[in-house]
């Protein structure tokens, strides 16, 4: 018993038979302590020699199992595939789709000048190592100022083209030193004064000084153009800035080249091209097909190719055609500003090429800004 508590079952006796009475009584049984004592173990004694187990032992044996026959169904495994190539960019290749001039004169010349380009005639342009440099590490997102300013300043000609380029922003002091220039203008400004430093050594005509500089001034207020356009419109699927001033500076290259070829083969020209037209009709007429064999030859991207051969068709332009309306709506902003025109182009938002882009008087006015004072600033490279 415990804190004075009845516990347990209470019988009561009456004659020889027990009756038990229930009792609501709490019992506490106090808890009893259970000692397990372990004996020592003894090692137990090998079986004898002749024994063996009553169980069956090895492993049980089953009959062989009888190969399938030749025409069994087996199941049809799906082989992993292979691992595919990265893709490749897509180059320029195939033949010319944009509009085909024909006449006599003009098959002609056709005839006479495509082999040439095609037989490895024309060289792709090669840009000093300064500019190529230069260019690489402006386009680069990782590049610093510090290692395109040692790069610049190796080069006479390059640092003063960038300190000229800096210095018609209208500072009231003029930048004395490459770095800074390359703080005034950025990274992006040093990459446009490259570029159109560039320009000089892709788009040339050797001996022909006042075509040069008509066909580099068309190139850059192209360029100027489609850097705008980029800038300002809102409209979705434009490229990049980098690919509008590249594709705006080479698109007139077929025309250089085959201003060149005219003038280094003009004694083998055929008759009919001698005596029916002058070159700037052959050079209109076929400066884009040609321009797109040169491309296709290089190795060039498709895009900027078709900017190339079909910036005054871009309806025919392979792939997306980017840049090649682009380069057109430029080109009608160039002629639109009076820079070589070529084609007369009163009101830039009523040209077939800039009514896609949806542009508004003020974005029309506001492109048109940019094209003349970044013509100035390229004025001031020369």
Request: hydrophobic share 40%; glycine share 8%; charged share 25%.
């Amino acid at each position: 018993m415990s804190d004075g508590n009845t516990s347990g079952t209470f019988a009561r006796v009456e004659g020889n038979a027990p009756r038990l009475a229930r009792f609501d009584v709490e019992v506490v049984v106090p808890p009893v302590p259970i000692v397990v004592r372990r004996r020592p173990s003894r090692p137990l004694a090998p079986p004898p020699a002749d024994w063996t187990p009553p169980w069956p032992t090895g492993r049980p044996t089953s009959p062989p199992v009888p190969a399938p026959p030749l025409d069994f169904p087996w199941p049809d495994f799906e082989e992993p595939e292979p691992a595919r190539p990265a893709p490749s960019p897509r180059v320029a290749s195939g033949p010319y789709l944009g509009p085909c001039w024909s006449s006599p004169a003009i098959d002609a010349a056709r005839e006479f000048l495509l082999p040439l380009v095609r037989g490895g005639a024309v060289r792709a342009p090669v840009l000093p190592h300064t500019l190529r440099r230069g260019l690489e590490i402006a386009t680069d997102p990782d590049g610093s100022f510090c290692a395109l300013a040692e790069v610049v300043s190796g080069d006479a000609g390059v640092a003063t083209t960038l300190l000229r380029y800096a210095n018609s922003f209208g500072a009231p002091e003029p930048a004395t030193g490459v770095r800074e220039a390359l703080v005034r203008v950025g990274m992006s400004g040093a990459r446009e004064a490259l570029m159109i430093a560039s320009s000089g050594s892709m788009v040339r005509v050797p001996g022909r000084r006042r075509l040069t500089n008509r066909l580099q001034t068309r190139s850059r207020a192209v360029a100027s153009a489609a850097c705008a356009i980029v800038t300002v419109s809102s409209r979705p699927g434009l490229p990049t800035e980098d690919a509008a001033l590249t594709a705006g500076v080479v698109h007139d290259i077929g025309r250089s080249t085959l201003h060149t070829l005219l003038r280094k083969h003009q004694r083998r020209l055929p008759d009919a091209v001698k005596s029916t037209l002058r070159w700037d009709d052959v050079v209109d007429a076929l400066h884009g097909e040609l321009g797109w064999e040169l491309a296709a030859r290089w190795g060039l991207d498709l895009d900027l190719a078709a900017a190339i051969g079909h910036h005054h068709a871009p309806d025919t332009a392979p792939g997306e055609g980017r840049c090649a309306r682009l380069v057109a709506a430029a080109c009608a902003f160039a002629d639109h500003l009076g820079f070589v025109r070529e084609r007369a182009c009163p009101r830039p938002m009523d040209h077939p090429d800039v009514i896609p882009l949806r542009l508004d008087s003020v974005q029309v006015a506001e492109v048109a800004r940019r094209v003349r004072v970044r013509m100035e600033r390229a004025g001031a490279i020369g």
